[in-house]
């Protein structure tokens, strides 16, 4: 019923900025709090950043704290990740997901805990 689509995604230098965006599109965007995630080669997909329904609660990797800001505005049905000062290590495919039936003020770091998923966009930072 629901579907993500990230972009915004690209290859930068160290230090850089992106800002990436996950389009939701459906017939319901209701109670939904959000994810991004980043899967690298070899390793296992991880939390970056999720935020609640209504916006007021954000979670961050210790990886990204101070360098990334994960926002929403309901209206625009999209979900925003700027990065900051990014770092080679911060080179993957990232994810958004979605959970429904959340209420307000709930929000969720695990994989498992999510049932709707974008189908990726890669970013690649240089050094």
């Known amino acids: 019923q629901v579907q993500l689509v990230e972009s915004g995604g690209g290859l930068v230098q160290a230090g850089d900025s992106l800002r990436l965006s996950c389009a939701v599109s459906?017939?319901?965007?209701?109670?939904?709090?959000m994810g991004w995630f980043r899967q690298a080669p070899g390793k296992e997909r991880e939390i970056v950043a999720a935020i609640n329904w209504t916006g007021g609660r954000t979670y961050y990797a210790d990886s990204v704290k101070g360098r990334f800001t994960i926002s929403r505005v309901n209206a625009g049905n999209t979900v925003y990740l700027q990065m900051n000062s990014l770092k080679p290590e911060d080179t993957a495919v990232y994810y958004c997901a979605a959970r429904d039936h959340s209420g307000s003020y709930y929000l969720f770091t695990q994989t498992y805990e999510y049932g709707y998923w974008g189908q990726g966009t890669q970013v690649t930072v240089s050094s």
């Open positions: 459906g017939r319901a965007f209701s109670n939904y709090a």
